[in-house]
């Protein structure tokens, strides 16, 4: 009985061992903060996981963080995190402008603090990005926009694991955050935003809010929301945020969101309440018009 125990023992230690060593490893690098970056920003370079490739992460801190040392924040998770603080890094130089605007609306007193975690993309993005159990069940239209990638390529499933089981318990321990569901928000913009309502769907206990920007539905002509109709979580404990422009790529939007809306009226969603779905006329599918209106979703999920 002794050596049944002292073996047991030793393996929640090498178990912990080994979580404590995965930490340490992801200790961020302190970047003295870039040009153009508004706050304090930290960066997880190539975090590890066994779920999906290594991918940078960066976590905005918002001001005031490191003056009080009891007080604990919201998160909100986003995705393509090269493309929310620093320009330089941006896919057209132009980033989403969430340090700035994070730090006005903080500043306004219009929402709590927040810490920002942006998740990198990696070339798998689509792969990673896309619903994996709506492509996987559904067989009764050919995949439109996803034809060269095969269902068996599709990671998605994985990339939650990675955000639910490995990158939030790190920041969890890394940093005072508040880790309940109703302080734990995640979006994203376009396949970003499919994945975002995917997540909470997925994983109702752990996130209460879901954004998603220029929302792109129409892809397999929308079996995305075919998906969801059956799997949308509790209207009383979770809330949805969608938009979309009218121009470029977002011009096809409209009708999908639609009827994404009527899914969210059946479903006991009130909008306005636990739901927003807004029109920006003249908004393009760009970085360009996305930061220009990303304090609306911020606002929705982060209101005092």
């Not at 049944?4 to 060593?21: G, Q, R």
């Not at 709506?134 to 955000?163: E, G, M, T």
């Not at 539905?217 to 949805?240: C, M, Q, R």
Request: avoid cysteine; proline fraction near 6%; charge should be positive.
């Amino acid at each position: 009985m002794k050596r049944v125990v002292k073996t047991i023992s030793s393996i929640l230690l090498l178990d912990l061992f080994s979580t404590l060593l995965s930490f340490a490893q992801q200790t961020p690098q302190t970047l003295s903060t870039p040009e153009g970056v508004t706050g304090n920003l930290k960066r997880h370079e190539r975090f590890n996981s066994k779920y999906v490739d290594p991918r940078n992460v960066d976590v905005w801190l918002p001001p005031g963080y490191q003056l009080n040392k009891s007080k604990r924040f919201p998160v909100v998770y986003m995705h393509d995190g090269q493309n929310l603080f620093d320009p330089k890094l941006s896919f057209i130089k132009v980033d989403w402008g969430v340090d700035e605007t994070m730090t006005r609306l903080i500043d306004e007193g219009k929402i709590r603090a927040a810490i920002v975690v942006g998740v990198w993309n990696t070339p798998k993005r689509f792969a990673e990005y896309m619903p994996q159990k709506a492509v996987v069940n559904s067989s009764v239209r050919p995949l439109k926009d996803i034809s060269a990638l095969r269902r068996d390529q599709i990671v998605s499933d994985n990339y939650l694991k990675f955000l639910v089981t490995e990158l939030k318990p790190f920041i969890d321990s890394m940093y005072r955050t508040r880790a309940d569901r109703k302080n734990t928000f995640i979006m994203g913009s376009s396949a970003g935003a499919l994945i975002s309502a995917y997540a909470m769907s997925e994983y109702p206990n752990v996130f209460g809010g879901a954004g998603g920007i220029s929302t792109h539905w129409p892809v397999g002509d929308g079996i995305v929301i075919d998906y969801l109709k059956n799997h949308l979580p509790d209207p009383g404990t979770h809330k949805f945020y969608f938009d979309f422009g009218t121009e470029t790529l977002d011009a096809g939007y409209e009708p999908y969101q639609r009827k994404m809306d009527e899914v969210m009226r059946k479903a006991g969603y009130k909008e306005g309440s636990n739901w927003i779905t807004r029109k920006f006329p003249g908004a393009e599918h760009s970085e360009r018009a996305w930061r220009k209106r990303v304090d609306v979703p911020l606002t929705f999920f982060l209101h005092k």
